[in-house]
């Protein structure tokens, strides 16, 4: 089975701080992606990456960054955090190529800005 | 602008009887389509999908139907359970996508009451 393990459940950060999510896949996929979750507003993607050191804007990347310096790891980087990026953030990750696998997703990280 | 859009943010079911989630999309080039469930405090996780050659596909009490011409697809659960509350998000691919991407709907909030 495919692992998507996302190292942290939940984390309560202080506005200004920099804040790092870490996410590890074991099953040796190119694809990896950065989600967040919030009521009503369903999965917005937030960054994504093809491959090692490559990285994609996704539709809500403003406030973020990423760094993906190994195949297996995918990180997520608020630079300044602020009260607005309280949320559920969800890492997945799938194959690569133009086959439509779904994707795996991570547990998630519940994240509170105060 | 929403590609993918569930417009009925929650449902409520009694057990035993069936649940039926919509999910609409506006691009003609997706040609394969999931859905995703989720619990609270956990990742979503790949329920059952369908192709765009086909119109149904069935899996023990999961039914999902495509309808290419209304760009709509429903999610039938029959019977419904209370496990089976959680919140269902469909998602669609386009092989134009620069790699394995997937959009998502905006999820809809299924309650089964015993």
């Known amino acids: 089975d495919v692992k998507v393990t996302q190292s942290s459940r939940y984390l309560v950060k202080r506005t200004g701080e920099k804040v790092f999510l870490e996410c590890v896949q074991d099953?040796?996929?190119?694809?990896m992606f950065w989600y967040r979750q919030d009521p009503g507003l369903g999965l917005r993607l937030i960054y994504f990456?093809?491959?090692?050191?490559?990285?994609e804007k996704g539709d809500i990347p403003e406030g973020y960054s990423v760094s993906r310096e190994k195949k297996e790891r995918f990180s997520l980087i608020l630079e300044s955090a602020s009260t607005n990026q309280t949320s559920m953030y969800l890492c997945a990750s799938s194959p690569g190529g133009r086959i439509p696998y779904g994707y795996t997703f991570g547990s998630g990280t519940r994240l509170t800005v105060v | 602008d929403q590609q993918v859009k569930q417009n009925s943010p929650s449902l409520s079911v009694q057990e035993g009887r069936i649940s039926i989630l919509n999910c609409d999309y506006t691009?003609?080039?997706?040609?394969?389509f999931l859905w995703y469930k989720k619990y609270p405090a956990e990742g979503p996780t790949f329920l059952i999908s369908?192709?765009?050659?086909?119109d149904k596909n069935e899996d023990g009490r999961f039914t999902v139907f495509l309808n290419k011409s209304a760009k709509h697809l429903s999610l039938h659960i029959v019977p419904s359970q209370p496990g089976d509350s959680a919140v269902y998000f469909c998602a669609a691919f386009s092989p134009n996508n620069a790699g394995n991407m997937l959009t998502f709907g905006g999820g809809t909030r299924l309650m089964v009451k015993p």
């Open positions: 369908i192709s765009s050659i086909k």
């Open positions: 691009n003609s080039m997706f040609d394969y």
């Open positions: 990456s093809y491959d090692v050191k490559m990285k």
């Open positions: 099953m040796d996929h190119e694809n």
